[in-house]
């Protein structure tokens, strides 16, 4: 007389399989979502230098100091940070921390990393053959 079912050594050899599949799967998930946020991170960079050319192009007349960008010496330049232009509402945001002040996350940051809030990032505007242009500091 046969025994109808499965023997153990089967249904630890299916449970193994499945976990291996799920473990890719996983994995490739985890990567997909810092990409997203990577991206969203990219996404408010470029705001925030949009927001400072044009912040730049609205008071010319300050681009009086000089700054170093990457090694280079810029004679009209102005250092201001990102919470500068979000309090000129030159960069917009819907984003709030803990005690309801206005933020920029960059959520491809772990929540205690010191620039996770971007806010205290400096952002470098400057004149160069009379077009403003924008730097953001991210160290």
Do not use: H
Request: aromatic share 8%; charged share 25%; proline share 1%.
């Amino acid at each position: 007389m046969k025994k109808r079912g499965f023997t153990l050594v089967e249904l630890m050899v299916v449970i193994v399989i499945i976990a291996i599949i799920s473990a890719i799967g996983f994995g490739g998930i985890t990567l997909l979502q810092q990409n997203v946020k990577k991206g969203l991170w990219d996404g408010k960079v470029d705001l925030i230098l949009s927001g400072a050319e044009l912040y730049g192009e609205d008071n010319k007349n300050q681009l009086t100091n000089s700054c170093t960008i990457n090694g280079e010496e810029k004679n009209a330049c102005l250092t201001v940070t990102v919470q500068d232009l979000i309090d000129t509402n030159y960069v917009p945001t819907d984003e709030e921390d803990n005690e309801g002040n206005k933020v920029i996350i960059n959520e491809s940051l772990n929540e205690d990393d010191a620039n996770y809030y971007a806010n205290d990032l400096k952002v470098y505007i400057y004149l160069e053959n009379n077009i403003v242009y924008a730097f953001l500091e991210e160290s």
